[in-house]
């Protein structure tokens, strides 16, 4: 299973000044020193965190895979075509949320994703679907064109109860087997952290893992390369 480094949070600790630093472009290297499969970041409207700039230098010097989440506002579409990451991660995106509060409906919003998907496609970008773990959801996205779905594994992290836990996991493990049987690849992520990690590696047609809040936390104490190593650890122990 590979993971991929969300660095908004560098971003967001250089907004707090306006400043330039700490810069995100430099988090990417350490990222990938450390052995990290991808570089994420999400350029919002509200250019909250990742800026234009960011998003062209990332481009230029990652030399994994550039995984750039984004809402589909035309805006942001026309930036994404421009800079052609690898892949694009199509998320909702509201102005007040603090993070990306649920998946993209797929079914309500199906013939401007599945529009925008082919624009991609026709730049060769790869789009990944982030969506909550339902069957219609998953099917739906299928039909879209999409070569993946990134399953929010949000309501698994934040269940306080072991039970409830349980259940959330029960229902990222069915919702992969199924995307896997009608043929499109599984990513997931949101709110993974050094605790919760585990189990979902064990889904072992998971492909890759987006985090991001928990390692730059982390990293405030250790180091960023200190606490992607950490998180390799556990994807690596956990995934065999
Ligand atoms: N995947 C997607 C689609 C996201 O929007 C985010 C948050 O930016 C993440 C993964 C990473 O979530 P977290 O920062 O909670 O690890």
Same mark, same amino acid.
């Not at 496609?121 to 679907?129: E, Q, R």
């Not at 998953?138 to 836990?165: C, P, V």
């Not at 349980?166 to 043929?183: C, N």
């Given at each position: ?103 993209? /409906?797929?079914? &309500?919003?199906? $013939? =401007? !994703? ?9 730049? *060769? #970008?790869? @789009?990944?679907?982030?969506?909550e773990p339902e069957e219609n959801q998953i099917l739906k996205s299928k039909e879209t064109g999409a070569e ?15 039970? /409830?836990?349980? &259940?959330?996991? $029960? =229902? !990222? ?9 009608? *043929? #499109?690849? @599984? ?54």
């Amino acid at each position: 299973m590979k993971l991929g480094v969300n660095i908004d949070h560098i971003a967001t600790l250089r907004q707090a000044r306006h400043s330039q630093s700490p810069d995100p472009v430099y988090a990417a290297f350490i990222c990938e020193l450390a052995g990290c499969d991808s570089i994420v970041c999400h350029l919002r409207e509200d250019r909250r965190h990742i800026q234009d700039r960011d998003v062209y230098l990332l481009k230029q010097v990652v030399k994994t895979r550039l995984n750039l989440e984004m809402a589909l506002s035309e805006e942001i579409v026309k930036i994404a075509l421009d800079v052609k990451p690898h892949q694009v991660t199509l998320v909702p995106e509201k102005r007040e949320e603090l993070t990306t509060e649920g998946g993209l /409906d797929v079914i &309500k919003n199906f $013939e =401007k !994703i599945k529009k925008n998907v082919k624009r991609f496609h026709n730049a *060769g #970008i790869k @789009v990944s679907l982030f969506i909550e773990p339902e069957e219609n959801q998953i099917l739906k996205s299928k039909e879209t064109g999409a070569e993946f779905i990134e399953i929010h594994t949000g309501r698994y992290a934040e269940a306080k109860a072991e039970e /409830d836990m349980q &259940k959330e996991l $029960e =229902k !990222i493990v069915r919702a992969t087997d199924y995307a896997i049987s009608i *043929g #499109i690849r @599984v990513n997931a992520g949101h709110g993974l952290d050094y605790h919760n990690t585990g189990p979902i590696c064990r889904i072992k047609e998971i492909e890759e893992l987006n985090i991001g809040y928990s390692i730059i936390c982390r990293a405030v104490f250790v180091g960023l390369e200190t606490a992607i190593r950490e998180m390799l650890d556990i994807i690596r122990r956990e995934s065999r």
